[in-house]
């Protein structure tokens, strides 16, 4: 049995733990965030900030921008037992301040968002972002890491060895969306929706 507690915190707190331990090491929008505490000790924290592309602003159509918010980085520790992510997420969920939350899954890192079925977000399919991104051979550094430490090409270049830059194809994200409303409401706004609900994913290769 999970004996956590779920408490906000501030974002300052929230992004220094998320930077220290999350795989991208960046700073992630906040405007709202939570920590999975054990006793006193934070052994997750969650945040939930102001989505910036367009058509996440827009997911459920002009009218509702304002009512969209997106969950921007989420992170527990190592070795807590099975299904403290859903635990975590489902009860943080009932104190976000917007009705439509948007999150992402990033396949580079091989994530899917099993744990957003498992808090039954809705699937939209993969974003539709193209173009390349900057990478380094036999290494696994994310791409917003790279440019949040280097800051530019010919940084990285100087650093890993121009042999071992190279460009690579985006790799587009899963997109998915929790209506967090009353029954009644949540139809409607799912009606909203500017893209069509799709069958949960089951592999990471999709």
């Not at 036999?138 to 890491?145: G, P, R």
């Not at 800051?151 to 998915?176: C, L, M, P, Q």
């Amino acid at each position: 049995m999970i004996d956590y507690t779920v408490r906000s915190i501030n974002s300052k707190l929230a992004n220094s733990i998320q930077i220290k331990h999350h795989y991208l090491h960046t700073r992630g929008s906040c405007s709202q965030a939570f920590g999975l505490f054990d006793g006193n000790d934070i052994i997750g924290v969650i945040l939930f900030g102001n989505p910036t592309a367009p058509t996440t602003i827009k997911i459920c159509g002009e009218h509702n921008k304002k009512n969209v918010i997106e969950l921007t980085r989420l992170w527990i520790k190592d070795d807590t037992p099975k299904n403290t992510e859903s635990y975590f997420i489902s009860r943080a969920l009932k104190h976000v301040s917007k009705p439509i939350i948007i999150a992402f899954a990033d396949p580079d890192a091989n994530h899917i968002g099993i744990i957003y079925q498992a808090c039954s977000f809705i699937y939209l399919g993969k974003s539709a972002r193209g173009g390349r991104v900057i990478a380094i051979k036999n290494n696994k550094i994310h791409n917003k890491t790279l440019w949040s430490e280097y800051k530019t090409a010919k940084r990285i270049r100087e650093v890993f060895g121009s042999d071992n830059v190279y460009y690579k194809e985006y790799n587009t994200k899963h997109r998915y969306v929790y209506i967090n409303c009353h029954k009644k409401l949540r139809l409607k706004y799912i009606s909203d929706l500017i893209y069509s609900v799709k069958k949960y994913p089951k592999h990471k290769y999709i």
